[in-house]
């Protein structure tokens, strides 16, 4: 946290060291991302490429900041809280928020290629935000340095196969609705759930996915939500649901909550989970 005199506004400043004498390649990766301003992405209100700093020993060292707007939480801390799972109307709400985040990065050429609960935070307007743009692609760069995170990423980034980045950011979307929805992994990237590979299933026979979620017990989601899902995950990325695919379909635009009615909701899941929060 940062408190502004000036402004007399509190921040969030994100920290990078150098690298020995070298500017961290993160941070100057993060920064290329200053231009982006929209409800639904983080913003970065500025950056300091050398400040100078001690250590508890008195000895001089530089970092970079970046100095950001505060946000409440991260939705893996507020996922955690009881009563948000399985409310398909907060699903809903907030996967609202977060296609009209990817889709603004897609309009302005950017990939994310990291996006998971962690990377997204609950702002002070209730409003959800994509954050963490250090590993992220921008059109015209020569090489991508996401990745993506397990259980999360999407196939042509765990395999290092990346010819347009965009729809990734598509395919991880899809995994935090469903995450978000039921209140467990689709599949894990690593590891069988009771003997089947629910990861390869997903893929390549998503009839048998379904078919193995109904028998252990997990197969309550609705079959809008089911068929867009599949949709945004196929193994293909030109054959995913596109921006607009996505927003016409029928899950997507059923009922979600206003702000006011969200608000409600979140300060009684944010109390029950103990997380320290405040809001404009």
Known sequence: MAY????????????????????????LNEK?????????????IRGNDKYPSRDKNGKPYFSSYLLMELACCDF???????????????????????IEGIEYLQSQGVAHLDIKPENLLLGTDVKLK?????????????????KGSIHFRAPELMNKMIDDPQPADIFSAAIIAF??????????????????????????????????????GKGSLNEDFKDLFISMTRYEPQRRATIR??????WYNGEIYSDAELKLLLKDIIEKGQLKMSWK
Not at 32 to 44: A, D, E, G, T, Y
Request: proline share 3%; net charge positive.
């Open 32 to 44: 290329r991302f200053s231009f982006l301003k929209h409800q639904n992405v983080i913003s970065i």
């Open 245 to 250: 695919e996505i927003k016409s379909s029928k």
């Open 76 to 98: 893996d801390s507020l996922m955690k809280c009881p009563g948000f799972y399985g409310n398909e109307k907060l699903t809903r709400t907030f996967f609202q928020q977060l």
């Open 130 to 146: 994509i954050t963490d743009f250090d590993l992220s692609y921008k059109k015209g760069d020569r090489k991508f340095l996401g």
């Open 179 to 216: 995450v978000m929805n039921s209140g467990y992994m689709p599949y894990l990237e690593d590891k069988l759930i009771q003997g089947n590979d629910l990861y390869t299933l997903l893929t390549l026979n998503p009839t048998k996915f379904w078919e193995i979620h109904n028998a252990i």
């Open 4 to 27: 502004s005199p000036n402004t007399k506004k509190t921040y969030a400043m994100k920290v990078f060291n150098y690298n020995e004498k070298e500017i961290n390649e993160s941070y």
